[in-house]
């Protein structure tokens, strides 16, 4: 029985990282990130595009939701969010520093969640 | 194998089901609300004309389309064919490549009239690009680029009537009828006629002011599309029939055709087009697509001008495969693909046969960089073997920046080549005494050589508030260089005096066309909009006679273009206002100095100037009527053919147009949808 059980975790693991070898090259992310205005865009599809591996960021103003297509042989959603907070601007997962976002222009400090 | 073939048929399914609708692209329908568009996010300096810009004016086809707009000049034709002509940068549309849904349209035999061979109702959009232009369509385009989008089956109302009527007699009548054929075939059936039936002579020349005329243009086109596999596809078929009959009032063909009894003119034009269009874009990656589009015509032009014959009949195949991708990211793209294009011209002029076949080959990539905020750069270039233009090379360089807020510079250069088809383009001098001399016997098109000349721009635009309203201003300046071209001389004296003609020969020695534009736009209150533009040109040829501005030419022009719209109230009634004024400078006018007094012209022509207005009621999204004038200050051209009292003697010339024939004009009709 205990056998059975070792057997069937190894099982579990085993797929679990065949799964993520088999890594897409072509991975699409929608992630929210704060932000207001063109300037915003500008700074958050800069810093999108800065982590190699990202083929297409863009950054919808209205909505707040960035489209990601990244490569993920070469990286992941979170190196993106890294570079995105790291430039002051919030996502779910990563916030950034009060420096980053205080160093924003103006019309960019937008309402922290 | 069984199991292997249900494995590959799930894991494609996955796949499938895995691809998300919204990675293609769906045809976005231009709902802004201005009429005219220019992005500061784009490379090229390029203008988006809505479908409601089109509205302000409301006649009639393509080549009436730019009245409202400063980047091209609309000109007037000959006296006798009433077909306007536009000019972009001062030089007339052979230099322009004017595409219809990317595929070149108004080239070779239908130089002269094409553009009045697409109704205004089917065009949903125009984009017009200042300067070199893409190199993906081709190596034609000297000073500029307009592409025509029809509009599209998918997004398109189940019927929509236009019905249409005007002072000099002209009527237009155009329904459409749309059906969704299933979830991912669409089709849409255009059905256009017009005709100009009671002869007017307003200026008592005996001459008709505007030619009586006939057309029935019909399309029909079928549009694929599948979002979740990622393919898209046009199928278009379409067949025009025009008919113009032009000259005296008195002139009966059936009697008089090929007499010298009364001065006479038919122009009989038919054409089919065929053509189909498949995109694809690649699953996951809507960055990376493909397209394969083919076009067939045949264009038959059957006419004599008075005694001038001048029969040509085109037909034409054009493919295209394109491929668009990007290198690392979205801010490197590239697009790359072949063309293949074969002429078989058949014409004749009077006893003259100049039929010929033209086909050429060419290959393109192009690199767009754009850092996704203030800076942007388009370089592309192209190799082409062509069987008279030879094997040759065509750069093309865009650039975008925007040093500060809302300020766009750009920066373009390029090269362009072509035949001149000397006949089909100069068409008008037919309605004259001329005769066509060329004078050069060892190129290759004609006997005379390729033209080939660069293009350099330079634009500046900076929007900002005025009064808290939005403004912008801004200058174009464009300059094209020949190195080589064909000049159609209307200057030198003939050597036999009391004759006239039109010289064709290779330039020697400088051409160039430099043009400034500076416009002005601001919305002087809610809803109403002011645009202003000055224009000047600075056209010289080296001709045989010596240095010499293009003849029918201003110097200066201005424009203004006021609109005003009321508040659109809740069962969408509302009132339209649409008011343009044009003032065009002197004109140097082809030499006239060598005929009797009475048939003599000045040098320049006086300038003069030209208001149109328009006002739309809508009653309701589905019903409105309009009314509009042409030329209501009534400003005529004296004397607008040249020896009309004798037309087949030596001072006959029709052709020396620099200003409205027919005076004042008014329109009316009606627009109906069923939505």
Redesign the interface.
């Known amino acids: 029985m205990k056998n059975l059980f070792l057997g069937m975790m190894l099982l579990v693991v085993t797929l679990s990282v065949q799964a993520q070898t088999k890594k897409?090259k072509?991975a699409?992310y929608t992630i929210e990130v704060n932000g207001n205005c063109e300037q915003c865009q500008?700074r958050i599809?800069?810093a999108a595009?800065s982590v190699?591996g990202?083929?297409?960021?863009?950054w919808d103003i209205d909505s707040h939701k960035l489209n990601v297509?990244i490569n993920e042989e070469k990286t992941s959603i979170k190196a993106v969010e890294v570079a995105i907070a790291k430039v002051g601007h919030d996502t779910k997962e990563f916030k950034s520093t009060k420096e980053s976002y205080d160093k924003l222009p103006g019309c960019c400090q937008y309402d922290r969640w | 194998m069984k199991k292997q073939i249900s494995i590959l048929l799930l894991s494609l399914l996955c796949a499938f089901t895995s691809y998300?609708q919204d990675?293609l692209k769906v045809v976005k329908v231009v709902s802004k609300s201005k009429g005219l568009q220019k992005s500061s996010k784009i490379t090229a300096n390029t203008t988006l004309v809505t479908s409601k810009e089109l509205l302000k004016a409301a006649c009639c086809n393509l080549a009436e389309s730019f009245e409202t707009n400063p980047s091209i000049d609309v000109n007037f034709s000959d006296a006798l064919t009433g077909t306007k002509q536009i000019k972009m940068l001062g030089l007339t549309s052979p230099y322009l490549m004017i595409d219809e849904e990317n595929i070149p349209s108004v080239r070779g035999a239908s130089q002269a009239y094409g553009l009045s061979f697409t109704p205004g109702t089917w065009i949903e959009s125009i984009q017009i690009t200042k300067g070199a232009g893409s190199v993906v369509n081709g190596y034609e385009s000297i000073s500029g680029q307009i592409n025509t989008e029809l509009i599209k089956p998918i997004n398109n109302i189940p019927f929509f009537l236009n019905a249409y009527g005007s002072s000099d007699s002209r009527f237009e009548l155009n329904t459409h009828f749309n059906a969704k054929l299933s979830d991912k075939w669409s089709s849409a059936l255009f059905v256009h006629g017009n005709a100009r039936t009671a002869k007017k002579d307003m200026n008592d020349d005996g001459f008709l002011d505007n030619p009586l005329a006939k057309q029935v243009n019909i399309l029909n086109r079928y549009q694929y599309y599948n979002a979740e596999k990622g393919w898209v596809s046009f199928i278009n078929f379409r067949y025009m029939n025009d008919k113009k009959q032009a000259g005296e009032t008195d002139f009966d063909p059936n009697k008089d055709k090929g007499t010298t009894n009364f001065w006479g003119s038919e122009i009989n034009t038919e054409r089919f087009d065929v053509s189909s269009k498949v995109g694809y874009v690649f699953k996951?990656?809507?960055?990376q697509s493909f397209g394969f589009q083919n076009a067939f015509n045949s264009h038959n032009q059957d006419s004599y001008y008075g005694l001038n014959q001048y029969n040509i009949k085109q037909s034409s195949f054009y493919s295209n495969l394109i491929f668009n991708s990007?290198i690392?990211?979205?801010?490197h793209k590239f697009a790359t693909g072949l063309n293949f294009t074969y002429d078989k011209y058949q014409e004749f002029v009077n006893v003259n046969d100049y039929s010929r076949i033209d086909n050429s080959i060419g290959a393109f990539f192009e690199y767009t960089y754009d850092?996704?905020?203030?800076f942007s750069l388009i370089a592309g270039g192209r190799v082409d073997n062509h069987n008279r233009l030879g094997t040759f090379f065509t750069p093309r360089l865009h650039i975008r920046y925007n040093p500060w807020e809302k300020a766009t510079l750009r920066v373009s250069a390029g090269r362009g080549k072509r035949s001149a088809n000397i006949f089909a383009e100069n068409q008008s001098l037919f309605a004259s005494s001329r005769t066509f001399d060329v004078l050069n016997a060892s190129g290759k098109i004609y006997g005379l050589d390729p033209e080939i000349a660069w293009n350099y721009g330079l634009s500046f635009n900076q929007k900002f508030k005025l009064f808290g309203r939005n403004s912008d201003i801004g200058f174009d300046f464009y300059k094209t260089d020949f190195t080589k071209q064909v000049v159609v001389d209307l200057y030198t004296a003939p050597a036999i005096s009391g004759t006239h003609q039109v010289l064709f020969y290779n330039l020697n020695g400088k051409s160039f066309a430099n043009s400034l534009q500076i416009d002005f736009n601001v919305e002087l209150v809610k809803h109403l909009d002011i645009r202003t533009a000055y224009k000047y040109y600075d056209i010289q040829t080296d001709y045989l006679s010596g240095s010499s501005e293009r003849p029918l030419q201003a110097k200066h022009r201005f424009f203004a273009n006021l609109g005003y719209e009321t508040h659109i109230t809740d069962k969408g009634k509302q009132w339209k206002f649409d008011f343009t004024y044009n003032w065009m400078g002197q004109q140097k006018l082809p030499e006239t100095a060598s005929n009797p007094i009475e048939d003599r012209l000045p040098v320049y022509s006086p300038s003069y100037s030209l208001m149109n207005f328009q006002i739309t009621r809508t009653f309701s999204s589905t019903f409105e009527m309009y009314f509009g004038g042409e030329n209501v200050g009534n400003y005529k051209q004296e004397k607008a053919i040249l020896g009309s009292e004798n037309p087949f003697g030596s001072t006959f010339d029709a052709s020396i147009v620099y200003a409205p024939v027919f005076g004042q004009m008014y329109y009316a009709g009606l627009r109906f949808k069923i939505k």
């Open positions: 897409n072509n699409k500008n599809q800069k595009f190699s990202v083929k297409m960021a863009s297509i | 998300s990675t996951d990656m809507p960055y990007i690392n990211n979205t801010m850092n996704a905020s203030n």
